[in-house]
């Protein structure tokens, strides 16, 4: 084994510190120090934290008298404050953590620091682990193109998703974002703590291929009960972070602390009864049981705490023989609550067959009823929901075999929300909807889902092309992302990314390149931009601005919203205001709790200036010469028009919404960036005079944003006749396909 060059040959700050924190680990340290000497990647520091040790676990690291290692001894205080004394010594980009009774496998630190290259966006990077020490020798083949990181609090939180410390790397500024592990020693989970803020606020990165060797009954491992004390601390400091970052809790907040306090007490009666504490398990059994009444698991365990040893080992035994549990939630899997041997075979398995079962007959006798007939059911999770899939439906309902059905989630009053767009008949609340019978369900967006009881297929149609909230490739919900039927792909790029990240089969007919239906009517010639600034009552001898920011407290519109409008009058421009629609949601998260309707009213009889009525932004990006917006899906829209952008720089919205750079870049190489009021203008101005700049950049991002602009409802309409299994009327939708073709050459030449 070759060593690493000394000191003297690296960078005076080291790329990786490695810490290992150790408490009389004379015996052990020797080990976990060799397997990081062995790394094939060697510009790292080593800094070994004595934690008020009583044996010779000081003198072993001194014996090995490398220079790579540099030892701090401290009082005992605790292994969250022995990592957190090497972290403040340390000097690394990026942090790796090692206890002193496990080991390394040798391309461990190589593969990670190779994958924070490839995805710097990363907040942690951890791995797969193996306890077979036999291992520390092999030499691990790392995926060459690894999954790229994603967004995991909530199954963190709900401990469906598992990080093994000693494979844990972290970016260091990461780690002053979020602070250091709790040193408090009643925490005694407080690796868990740290992870849970670091994932609350950073994606979190996974190599599945095993790089660490996990001794089991080291010196580290911890008592049940403390673990739980602790774990129980870190769900009460978390709930709040929960509500704002667990998409269980916002659709079910009640039955997401329900969820998650049911599986703390099934694992702690679980741990007790392994121990042989029966009355303590059953205590936490019946605490189980109160967050959930009907579960066959927990009723299981609980007849086993009155049982005696012989009749427990016999049970034991004939469960084993039905199958293997697995008894934690691995990492990039999908897992559910932890389920007893015969809850997760031959109960669970019985179980889903009587359902499928019935849903099947239950199908097959509606099938019988309806005939041809068909039923969709479109779901809105806004007002701008129905823009999206308005084109669809105007095509489908010239069809006579369909009946249509329309819902909307909790947020929004579904009755008003349908009224808007002369929708009336056939609304019905998401508690209503829920027990539809339906062949269909046709969405715009994944997370305020409403879930039917009984079976159907999924549509979805995405609601933007900005990439906010990792809506690129959002593999935090990969679970809801797969129950889709077919995924109409507004381009190639973000078709690719899900492929690439694996929430759409390669080659599969889930994920269709389809375009997008809402801009057809943009580019094809049947909005027409001075009839609808007539019915505005608007000059058209004066340039129009559509001002259009996004949702969010941090957004253009809280910087500077309200000044901007009569600012641009001021200069000679007739002025559009598009809020987006959950910039009326009073929330602090959506609209900083500001009532916008209320601040921009007074423009409602303004001669120059009107506020947006409708949700719909197409009509206004029609009829205006220039667009203003901060990060938004309009802002690429609007390019089709081959029309004048400013962007106005809102740096908090960027970070606050995950926007991935590539597009911010996208966005603003087509348009002009101001960051104040006066920028803005002038810019606006300065573009009115020369409509021409930025001509190539706007058409070419155009294109590549939306997938032949122009015919994207034919294919979507198409699309729709396939999962119905039934016949298009061939004829309606090949005069719509000449049509979009017009508009993709007239787009295509400029």
Not at 412 to 419: H, N, R
Not at 500 to 520: N, R
Request: with cysteine; proline share 7%.
């Amino acid at each position: 084994m070759s060593a690493p060059p000394s000191s003297r040959h690296r960078a005076p700050s080291p790329q990786v510190s490695v810490i290992i924190p150790a408490y009389n680990a004379a015996g052990s340290i020797g080990e976990a120090l060799a397997s990081v000497l062995a790394q094939t990647f060697t510009d790292y520091e080593v800094i070994v934290v004595d934690d008020g040790s009583t044996d010779d676990t000081a003198e072993v690291v001194r014996n090995l008298g490398r220079d790579e290692i540099s030892l701090i001894r401290q009082e005992n205080a605790g292994p969250g404050s022995a990592r957190n004394t090497g972290i403040r010594a340390s000097r690394g980009r990026l942090i790796a953590f090692l206890d002193a009774d496990d080991r390394w496998l040798p391309h461990k630190l190589e593969a990670q620091v190779a994958y924070f290259h490839a995805y710097p966006q990363t907040g942690l990077l951890h791995t797969a682990t193996t306890g077979r020490p036999g291992d520390a020798a092999s030499v691990a083949v790392f995926d060459s193109h690894p999954r790229p990181p994603r967004h995991v609090f909530c199954e963190l939180f709900h401990t469906d998703y598992v990080i093994a410390t000693l494979t844990v790397m972290v970016r260091r500024d990461v780690l002053d974002s979020v602070g250091l592990f709790d040193e408090r020693r009643e925490v005694h989970v407080e690796d868990w703590d740290l992870w849970l803020r670091i994932a609350a606020s950073y994606p979190v990165g996974y190599l599945p291929q095993p790089a660490a060797v996990r001794v089991p009954g080291g010196a580290m491992s911890a008592d049940i009960e403390k673990t739980f004390r602790g774990q129980a601390e870190a769900i009460g400091k978390n709930v709040g972070t929960c509500r704002s970052g667990c998409s269980l809790h916002r659709a079910q907040p009640a039955g997401c602390l329900r969820r998650r306090w049911y599986r703390f007490y099934w694992e702690l009666g679980y741990a007790r009864l392994r121990e042989g504490q029966r009355a303590p398990a059953r205590a936490a059994f019946w605490r189980a049981l109160g967050r959930r009444p009907l579960s066959a698991s927990a009723w299981l365990q609980l007849a086993a705490t009155f049982a005696g040893e012989r009749s427990r080992t016999g049970a034991r035994r004939v469960l084993a023989a039905l199958g293997q549990p697995s008894a934690l939630a691995q990492p990039h899997r999908d897992s559910g609550i932890p389920e007893s041997l015969v809850d997760a075979t031959a109960y669970r398995r019985a179980r889903r067959a009587v359902v499928r079962t019935l849903h099947v007959a239950e199908t097959a006798a509606y099938r019988l009823r309806a005939g041809e007939r068909r039923r969709i059911l479109f779901e809105a999770a806004s007002p701008m929901s129905f823009a999206i899939f308005r084109p669809l439906y105007e095509r489908l309902r010239e069809d006579p075999r369909f009946e249509f059905w329309f819902t909307a989630g909790e947020t929004w009053d579904v009755e008003k929300l349908y009224a808007q767009v002369g929708i009336t008949r056939n609304v019905i609340p998401a508690r209503r909807a829920v027990w539809l019978k339906v062949d269909v369900v046709i969405n715009t967006d994944f997370w305020p889902s409403t879930w039917l009881y009984r079976r159907t297929r999924r549509i979805h149609l995405f609601h933007g092309v900005a990439g906010k909230y990792g809506l690129d490739a959002p593999v935090e919900i990969a679970p809801t992302v797969r129950t889709y039927s077919r995924l109409l792909f507004p381009n190639e790029d973000r078709l690719n990314r899900y492929v690439e990240a694996g929430l759409v089969p390669p080659g599969s007919a889930v994920g269709q390149l389809i375009g997008y239906p809402k801009l057809d009517a943009l580019v094809d010639g049947s909005l027409d931009g001075g009839r609808i600034l007539a019915s505005l009552g608007l000059d058209p001898g004066r340039p129009t601005v559509l001002y259009a920011p996004t949702w969010s407290p941090h957004s253009s519109l809280n910087r500077m919203g309200h000044s901007l409008p009569p600012a641009l009058e001021a200069a000679g421009c007739n002025v559009i205001i598009k809020l987006h629609d959950r910039s009326l949601d009073l929330a602090e998260r959506a609209s900083g709790g500001v009532d916008w309707a209320a601040v921009f009213e007074p423009y409602r009889d303004h001669p120059r200036i009107r506020l947006a009525a409708a949700a719909d932004a197409t009509p206004y990006l029609a009829a205006a010469d220039a667009l203003v917006t901060d990060h938004s899906s309009v802002g690429f829209e609007f390019m089709t028009l081959d029309r004048p952008i400013v962007v106005i720089d809102c740096p908090d919205l960027l970070a606050h919404a995950r926007v991935p750079r590539s597009k911010v870049a996208d966005l603003r190489r087509a348009a002009e960036v101001a960051s104040d009021v006066p920028g803005t203008v002038e810019a606006v101005v300065a573009q009115l005079a020369d409509p021409s700049r930025h001509h190539a950049e706007r058409v070419g991002t155009a294109l590549r944003f939306f997938y032949r602009p122009g015919t994207a409802t034919a294919r979507a309409v198409a699309c729709v006749y396939d999962v119905l299994e039934l016949e298009a009327p061939l004829v309606e939708a090949a005069a719509q396909a000449r049509s979009g073709e017009r508009a993709l050459v007239t787009l295509s030449e400029g």
